[in-house]
């Protein structure tokens, strides 16, 4: 594997406006392949943004105007003909908080590969157990597949979530903060199946929880005011930061 | 502080007594008044002597038939315009004004949708009085209910389900098809229902349109009678009072059978998790 082959996702001078607010200031920065990286930085850094710009999520905004270019492999997915679906399908997303739909677990985890045209009944059925065991959570369901979701636990749902965007057998998984609205040990449970997805995905999270950087991620990227600060394996940015403004965040000094 | 809650919570018991007091006398009296009158022969025959005698059958295959072809129109209309205002426009003029007309609809006597059925379906449109006149002028009637209590169903949609299915990759309908709906779908079924109940015991607006013929329908141009025009015109005429109250008794069981299936249908998709 040469040198440029191990990067998934390269960033390239992107800049995000909204209204007048310069949000993003020229970000460049490259995520290897099969790993984690962690974005982390004070409320309001511009992470879950600079996230949400990897899915294009930030389309959706009125008043959002982005330059620049992200690529994902040899692909510039903010060119002309990018189909934002086949976007998606390539790069899911889990949210801050579990989001189950009122369906039954079968049909939350259907629903992603239904979405891309799937619906060869016995091609589903596979795809949901497939996906439910990877996140861990088959055993506890397979006996309720077709009872509701929202009967879950918080941590349950969130695995689910997980497994829904597996199920679309993407290539990189956005994490927005998705420990935040879990207890400990399910907040384990959900590092220690990134830890399983970053072998076959590229995994990005967005975490507040500096241990969880430092815990469950390979590089690190700490951002401020909308622009990267420092960037580099998690190991070397937590024992000698290079800049005195990440020593002070990752130190508490800062806020 | 104690003794004014404890004060509080008996007044409320007693105002929620009397309600429920006021309901069970009234359906009591009825019950009480046309029970001896209903046989199953009263349900399954046609009436005679204009209603004195005989039974009611015509009457209630009018009042279902009107009321589920009003209801097989006005629903796809109603939901549609609702996902349409709720999930394809901003909150520019266009809505507004629909909002405002719907609303505005929603309180507009029967009596006068009635009078328009019979200017444009039964005269302008050449339907006559019939079944098909009656059931387009009750759509026409429960259209504004049924807007109004879908898009407030599928506005409680939280906005986190549409930004998941955004994600995965949906496109606006299939977000609104198969997250959307779905979870609406407890609060659009209740709003159809209420558009039931007021278009299954409406009088004014039908008598108008759909006519009062005490013949079993034939075809959807003939005149029918509802089971609430019936017994109108049984006790408005004095043909005959106990028939009136029976009649009257067939309507609320009609619409309580009505309501416990759409509920039992509607638990039933709820707990296969759909």
Not at chain 2, 156 to 178: H, I, K, M, N
Request: charged share 20%; net charge neutral; with cysteine.
């Amino acid at each position: 594997m040469d040198q440029k082959d191990c990067y998934k996702i390269r960033i390239e001078d992107l800049n995000l406006y909204f209204a007048t607010n310069h949000v993003l200031k020229g970000i460049n920065l490259d995520i290897r392949k099969n790993s984690i990286t962690a974005l982390i930085g004070p409320s309001g850094c511009g992470k879950s943004t600079l996230l949400r710009c990897i899915n294009r999520m930030n389309d959706v905004i009125d008043e959002v105007r982005i330059v620049g270019r992200i690529f994902l492999g040899h692909e510039d997915i903010y060119a002309d003909d990018t189909d934002v679906t086949h976007l998606r399908k390539r790069v899911g997303m889990v949210f801050q908080r579990p989001v189950a739909f009122p369906l039954s677990i079968y049909e939350n985890v259907a629903s992603a590969p239904r979405v891309h045209g799937v619906s060869h009944k016995e091609t589903l059925d596979n795809i949901v157990t497939s996906s439910l065991t990877k996140v861990g959570l088959w055993d506890e369901v397979a006996d309720k597949l077709h009872k509701s979701a929202l009967n879950l636990s918080l941590g349950q749902q969130q695995q689910l979530c997980v497994a829904r965007v597996i199920a679309s057998e993407p290539e990189v998984i956005l994490l927005d903060e998705p420990c935040s609205a879990l207890d400990p040990i399910s907040t384990m449970k959900i590092e220690e199946l990134m830890r399983q997805l970053a072998e076959n995905y590229t995994v990005v999270i967005v975490t507040h929880s500096m241990q969880q950087a430092a815990r469950a991620s390979d590089c690190t990227v700490f951002m401020l005011s909308g622009e990267i600060i420092e960037s580099g394996p998690t190991g070397e940015m937590f024992t000698s930061p290079r800049d005195s403004r990440t020593e002070n965040y990752i130190t508490g000094r800062f806020r | 502080m104690k003794m004014t809650d404890r004060r509080i919570t008996l007044l409320f018991t007693c105002i929620t007594g009397l309600t429920i007091l006021i309901l069970v006398f009234i359906i009591g009296f009825i019950m009480v008044k046309g029970l001896p009158g209903l046989t199953l022969s009263f349900l399954l025959e046609s009436p005679k002597e204009m209603g004195r005698t005989g039974g009611i059958f015509p009457a209630i295959v009018g009042t279902v038939l009107l009321t589920g072809m009003a209801v097989v129109i006005a629903a796809p209309v109603g939901v549609l315009t609702a996902v349409y205002l709720t999930e394809y426009t901003r909150d520019t003029w266009l809505p507004k004004i629909v909002r405002f007309g719907t609303e505005s609809l929603a309180g507009i006597p029967s009596i006068i949708f009635g009078l328009f059925g019979f200017l444009f379906f039964v005269i302008y449109m050449d339907l006559g009085w019939s079944v098909l006149s009656g059931a387009l002028t009750l759509s026409a009637m429960i259209l504004p209910t049924i807007v109004r209590t879908s898009e407030e169903a599928i506005r409680a949609v939280p906005d986190a389900y549409r930004e998941v299915s955004f994600a995965l990759g949906s496109t606006r309908w299939q977000t609104v098809t198969s997250v959307v709906l779905p979870s609406a779908k407890p609060g659009i079924m209740t709003g159809v229902m209420l558009a039931v109940g007021r278009a299954i015991g409406e009088t004014a607006a039908v008598i108008f349109t759909a006519g009062s013929s005490l013949r079993l329908p034939g075809t959807l141009l003939d005149s029918t009678r509802t089971l609430p025009v019936h017994f109108y015109i049984l006790a408005r005429e004095g043909i005959s009072l106990e028939n009136a109250y029976s009649t009257a008794l067939v309507l609320i069981l009609l619409i309580l059978v009505i309501n416990i299936t759409a509920y039992a249908v509607m638990n039933r998709l709820a707990n296969k998790g759909r």
